[in-house]
């Protein structure tokens, strides 16, 4: 047992100087301007932290071990001659390692002469009848358990939630990658993804009538819910048609439900269920799409929903597709955060969502 606590008392010790040493490195840095790799400082800081963190996990088990084993000693009320000598050892390497003065070293060296003691005499016992009271028995301290915690599940919907993940490497949110909304060309305007809908009536195929029909008993059209593309296609219950329309989701509900109260149940919102893709090879790093860019604050939410799932790496970057529609890049820290992230997608019906819509997410291959 000692030999363990010196061995983790000395690695804690060299972790500190350590520690120590990168802080005036980054002091000197600071004060000298210079230019150097923050990043990687801030990773070797973060590493040598942890490391020091288990070292005095170890001291603390150990600890936690003689409380057990000190509490047993106290309910027999005999403190051996082992159990003491290696307590006052731990004390001295303890103490030793502590900077004292001239005055207290040659004190605390006077405290170490050994002195022998001649043990008194023990008298006679006499054996006399008296009651002996019941002394309550000293119930001996728990040994000290680390206990798993289980993560929460996860969550689906685009609610702020903030969790601790389980790879710590040091990323802190820094509101980068969301030029595409607050650049100068954009100027802090609505981004829409268009959204697709189910259309039960087709028109006998004929595009054009079909639009007019929208617009006429659902005022589509406009710069508010623009119906981009019609195509056709056909389901269990015959000819169908798909309507890609941009604009805000609750601007298309709205439209949506003008039609349908005179018309019946003919359009809804198409979610196409998402497969596991055995050609798309695993990475740490994953494209989603289907969502809409409706206020500064997407971004931090956006990054809230996929810290859920592990450390990133570095700020999640947006950006504009050759379809008009948005996307993201999340790094993730490690490959098995991604892999998590990617088959709630695939395993759940309702998949992951954010701003009312469902995302697509997938392997990078940029």
């Given at each position: 047992?000692?030999?363990?606590?010196?061995?983790?008392?000395?690695?804690?010790?060299?972790?500190?100087?350590?520690?120590?040493?990168?802080?005036?490195?980054?002091?000197?840095?600071?004060?000298?301007?210079?230019?150097?790799?923050?990043?990687?400082?801030?990773?070797?800081?973060?590493?040598?932290?942890?490391?020091?963190?288990k070292?005095?996990?170890?001291i603390?088990?150990?600890?936690?071990?003689?409380?057990?084993?000190?509490?047993?000693?106290?309910?027999?009320?005999?403190?051996s001659?082992?159990s003491?000598?290696?307590?006052?050892?731990?004390?001295?390497?303890?103490?030793?390692?502590?900077?004292?003065?001239?005055?207290?070293?040659?004190?605390?060296?006077?405290?170490?002469?050994?002195v022998?003691?001649?043990?008194?005499?023990?008298?006679?016992?006499?054996?006399?009848?008296?009651?002996?009271?019941?002394?309550?028995?000293?119930?001996?301290?728990?040994?000290?358990?680390?206990?798993?915690?289980?993560?929460?599940k996860?969550p689906?919907?685009?609610?702020?939630?903030?969790?601790?993940?389980?790879?710590?490497?040091?990323y802190?949110?820094?509101?980068?990658?969301?030029?595409?909304?607050?650049?100068?060309?954009?100027?802090?305007?609505?981004?829409?993804?268009?959204?697709?809908?189910?259309?039960?009536?087709?028109?006998?195929?004929?595009?054009?009538?079909?639009?007019?029909?929208?617009?006429?008993?659902?005022?589509?059209?406009?710069?508010?819910?623009?119906i981009?593309?019609?195509?056709?296609?056909?389901?269990?219950?015959?000819?169908?048609?798909?309507?890609?329309?941009?604009?805000?989701?609750?601007?298309?509900?709205?439209?949506?439900?003008?039609?349908?109260?005179?018309?019946?149940a003919?359009?809804?919102?198409?979610?196409?269920?998402?497969?596991?893709?055995?050609?798309?090879?695993?990475?740490?790093?994953?494209?989603?799409n289907?969502?809409?860019?409706?206020?500064?604050?997407?971004?931090?939410?956006?990054?809230?929903?996929?810290?859920?799932y592990?450390?990133?790496?570095?700020?999640?970057?947006?950006?504009?597709?050759?379809?008009?529609?948005?996307?993201?890049?999340?790094?993730?820290?490690?490959?098995?955060?991604?892999?998590?992230?990617?088959?709630?997608?695939?395993?759940?019906?309702?998949?992951?969502?954010?701003?009312?819509?469902?995302?697509?997410?997938?392997?990078s291959?940029?």
């Amino acid at each position: 047992m000692m030999t363990d606590f010196e061995s983790a008392h000395n690695n804690a010790t060299k972790l500190e100087q350590a520690m120590n040493r990168e802080r005036v490195n980054m002091m000197n840095g600071l004060k000298n301007r210079s230019e150097c790799d923050w990043y990687a400082i801030k990773i070797k800081y973060a590493g040598l932290s942890a490391e020091l963190k288990k070292e005095d996990d170890k001291i603390l088990a150990i600890l936690g071990e003689l409380d057990y084993k000190y509490a047993d000693i106290t309910e027999n009320s005999n403190v051996s001659v082992s159990s003491a000598s290696e307590e006052q050892e731990m004390n001295s390497l303890y103490n030793e390692s502590i900077p004292i003065s001239e005055d207290e070293f040659i004190q605390r060296s006077a405290s170490r002469i050994s002195v022998k003691v001649e043990p008194e005499p023990t008298p006679e016992p006499q054996v006399t009848s008296v009651p002996v009271p019941v002394l309550p028995k000293v119930q001996p301290k728990k040994r000290p358990t680390t206990t798993m915690i289980r993560p929460k599940k996860r969550p689906t919907s685009d609610k702020k939630v903030v969790v601790s993940v389980k790879y710590n490497t040091g990323y802190k949110y820094g509101g980068k990658g969301f030029d595409v909304f607050t650049g100068f060309k954009n100027q802090s305007k609505p981004i829409y993804t268009a959204t697709t809908l189910y259309c039960r009536e087709t028109k006998n195929r004929d595009e054009k009538l079909l639009k007019q029909y929208l617009v006429n008993h659902g005022n589509f059209g406009g710069k508010s819910s623009t119906i981009e593309s019609i195509s056709f296609g056909n389901s269990w219950n015959g000819p169908v048609a798909y309507v890609r329309v941009r604009g805000a989701l609750k601007t298309i509900k709205n439209k949506m439900k003008q039609l349908n109260k005179k018309k019946g149940a003919v359009l809804s919102i198409y979610e196409r269920r998402q497969y596991q893709n055995n050609q798309s090879k695993e990475n740490n790093v994953l494209f989603v799409n289907n969502f809409d860019i409706t206020d500064k604050t997407v971004h931090r939410r956006f990054t809230n929903l996929f810290l859920t799932y592990g450390q990133l790496v570095k700020d999640i970057r947006m950006g504009i597709d050759s379809n008009a529609d948005p996307f993201a890049i999340v790094h993730f820290a490690h490959l098995d955060a991604a892999r998590e992230c990617y088959n709630t997608t695939v395993d759940s019906a309702d998949g992951i969502r954010f701003g009312g819509k469902k995302l697509s997410v997938k392997y990078s291959t940029m």
